[in-house]
């Protein structure tokens, strides 16, 4: 399985930004894509995750109601819909493959080549 990410860039506070992993190869029907980022000095965090088979969603609390996780997965895609960016906000994302949505990203196997988002004005 590879996961190819892309979407990040340089956004203003209060901007927003949507990121795509689409998988590629074969894999089971049960499996959930989640996103995970690493800020510059800080250790890596899980940021949401979704369900390729019931759609259910987690998002970390520093994020609830602000990103959206959605997945196509006629195309085999995810989006991570980011609203109302801030500077704390500014990391490496990555997405990643798992059997469940692991609460330490170390867990994670199947990891994408990450994606830069930067909050700044």
């Known amino acids: 399985v590879q996961l190819q990410a892309s979407g990040g860039g340089l956004v203003q506070p209060g901007g927003s930004l949507r990121l795509s992993c689409q998988r590629s190869?074969?894999?089971?029907?049960?499996?959930?894509i989640g996103w995970i980022r690493q800020a510059p000095g800080k250790e890596r965090s899980r940021v949401s995750c979704?369900?390729?088979?019931?759609?259910?969603?987690y998002y970390a609390d520093s994020v609830k109601g602000r990103f959206t996780i959605s997945r196509d997965n006629a195309k085999n895609t995810v989006f991570l819909q980011m609203n109302s960016l801030t500077p704390e906000d500014t990391a490496i994302y990555y997405c990643v493959l798992g059997p469940i949505c692991y609460s330490d990203p170390a867990d994670f196997r199947s990891w994408g080549q990450g994606t830069q988002v930067t909050v700044s004005s």
């Open positions: 979704i369900s390729s088979s019931t759609g259910a969603t």
């Open positions: 190869g074969f894999i089971s029907d049960n499996y959930v």
